[in-house]
């Protein structure tokens, strides 16, 4: 259980710990704004994040007899593909309704709209619509789902390890929304409650290459594609 939970916490600590490395970078250099381009720098560490989390799961699998690429394999494409639209729709419901309520919860209401004081670069937009959106939805689907649910529903049942895992994946989500003390509860309160919906349709599907890419398709649609746009505006 120590092991479960020092993996379930590891994106976390991971990505809290590069949003106060970049800020501490900003803030030195005299930015106007270090924790904007903190922010914003996250989704570059991200990926450095996610290959870390991967070499980590892969090694794991290994020394259980098992493999990374076993745990992914999208064999049979076709049916995969098939199963991940299905994934991606309910997602997109999912996302809607679980914003909507962590909204609610939160501020009584629609969040407060700022003014984006940060302009990223087209590299940037480019980056986030083409590499981040794969490398986060192998990484969480392989950590959370692929690895950490069974482990856990083994010595919690299949409900607990849901929401347990849950509350790791919302928890990680707090390093993108750092603004304001309402601004990370809404957040980890949305991604707790997406992951809910993640846990039991792996637990439904019993294949991970569907929800990953699904995870994948409302990256590039939710995050890679609005800052590809903010990048070229």
Do not use: C
């Amino acid at each position: 259980m120590g092991l479960l939970i020092t993996l379930g916490l590891l994106r976390t600590v991971l990505l809290l710990g590069t949003d106060g490395v970049s800020w501490l970078g900003f803030r030195a250099a005299g930015s106007k704004d270090p924790l904007g381009y903190a922010l914003l720098s996250s989704n570059v560490w991200i990926v450095a994040v996610d290959i870390v989390t991967l070499v980590v799961v892969a090694r794991l699998l290994t020394r259980e007899g098992g493999s990374l690429r076993r745990l992914l394999n999208p064999r049979p494409i076709g049916k995969n593909l098939l199963w991940g639209l299905v994934v991606f729709a309910i997602l997109l419901v999912a996302f809607v309704v679980a914003t909507y309520v962590a909204n609610l919860s939160v501020y009584q209401g629609p969040p407060p709209v700022g003014r984006a004081t940060v302009r990223p670069p087209l590299w940037y937009g480019l980056w986030a619509i083409l590499v981040m959106p794969a490398t986060i939805a192998l990484a969480e689907e392989s950590l959370y789902r692929g690895y950490l649910q069974p482990r856990f529903q083994a010595r919690l049942g299949r409900v607990g390890s849901v929401v347990v895992v849950a509350v790791f994946f919302g928890l990680q989500h707090s390093a993108f929304a750092l603004g304001s003390v309402q601004a990370v509860v809404a957040r980890v309160l949305t991604t707790f409650l997406v992951g809910l919906v993640l846990g039991a349709l792996y637990i439904w599907l019993k294949r991970l290459a569907p929800l990953v890419f699904a995870h994948w398709l409302i990256d590039v649609l939710g995050l890679g594609l609005p800052i590809l746009v903010l990048a070229v505006s």
